[in-house]
C-alpha cells in the first residue's frame, strides 16, 4: 500500500521557520523524483520545489528561492521541506508528490499539512 505522511506543518509568525517532512511507503523511494506543491484558498496548486531521484538536481519556484530547501533521505524514504523567512503569502496547504523517474503516469500524492504564516 503506497503511502506518503506529510508532517510539521503549522502557525508560524512572519518571518519564522517550519520543516516538513514527508515519510514514503509501499514503493521504490529511490526511483522517485519528489516534489511539495502547495494550494491556497481558491488557488491552483502549484508546484513549489522538486529533488531527482538521487538527489543530484533541485528546483524552485522563483518566489521561494533563497527561502526554501528540499533535500531528500533515501534511506529514510524520506522528502524535506526547509522553508525559512516565511510570508504571509506562503499560507496553504503543502501536498508531497513522488513522480517516477520514467514514467510520468507513476505519480502518487499526500494528504497534505496546513501551514499558516500570520502575526
Known amino acids: 500500500q503506497v503511502q506518503l505522511v506529510e508532517s510539521g506543518g503549522g502557525l508560524v509568525q512572519p518571518g519564522g521557520s517550519l520543516r516538513l517532512s514527508c515519510v514514503a511507503s509501499g514503493f521504490i523511494f529511490n526511483f522517485y523524483h519528489m516534489s511539495w506543491y502547495r494550494q491556497a484558498p481558491g488557488n491552483e496548486r502549484e508546484l513549489v520545489a522538486t529533488?531527482?531521484?538521487?538527489?543530484?538536481?533541485?528546483y524552485y519556484v522563483d518566489s521561494v528561492k533563497g527561502r526554501f530547501t528540499i533535500s531528500r533521505d533515501n534511506a529514510k524514504n524520506t522528502v524535506y521541506l526547509q522553508m525559512n523567512v516565511l510570508k504571509p503569502e506562503d499560507t496553504a496547504v503543502y501536498f508531497c508528490n513522488a513522480q517516477h523517474r520514467w514514467n510520468i503516469n507513476n505519480k502518487y500524492w499526500g494528504q497534505g499539512t496546513q501551514v499558516t504564516v500570520s502575526s
Open positions: 529533488i531527482t531521484s538521487a538527489g543530484a538536481i533541485t
